[in-house]
């Protein structure tokens, strides 16, 4: 039996390095830097990390940094933060041409948004993120470039 990564706390934890796309690599391989998981950010600074994320074509890295808001965020807030994870590792499962899980992400990230668009918090786009969304959902194999299919989070 091989012996798990573990964290300081003992909780299993994948310490391979990964791609731009969050595939894990060979031990020893070099790979993209990783957002450090467990940090609590103001929510303008999870938006900007994400979106600076999503720009580079890191949308793994952004559904990282945007999960990490899901957990501390208020309890008002949790699905707005779940959805906008979703929908960045639906990007994901585009990017890396996995059209069924992306379409399944896309539309669930959709859902957990769309209650918070007429008043979205934080000036997050939810319209534009839920017209996004859909359109990716019905056809995520257009996208050939995470970066130049990244959204916009804020208006």
């Known amino acids: 039996m091989t012996s798990r990564d573990r964290d300081a706390e003992g909780r299993a934890r994948n310490a391979r390095p990964r791609d731009a796309l969050g595939r894990p690599l060979p031990h020893g391989a070099v790979g993209e830097p990783r957002a450090p998981e467990g940090i609590v950010r103001e929510p303008a600074v999870a938006l900007a990390e994400a979106q600076q994320l999503l720009d580079a074509g890191r949308p793994f890295h952004a559904h990282e940094v945007l999960e990490d808001a899901w957990k501390s965020s208020p309890p008002e807030e949790r699905q707005l933060w779940r959805g906008l994870a979703q929908l960045a590792v639906g990007l994901t499962h ?62």
Request: glycine share 12%.
């Open 94 to 155: 585009a990017a890396r041409g996995n059209l069924s899980g992306a379409s399944t992400l896309l539309e669930r990230g959709v859902g957990n948004v769309v209650p918070y668009a007429a008043g979205p918090p934080h000036r997050i786009d939810v319209e534009g993120l839920v017209a996004w969304g859909r359109a990716l959902a019905s056809d995520p194999a257009s996208v050939r470039d995470a970066a130049r299919s990244a959204p916009r989070l804020r208006g």
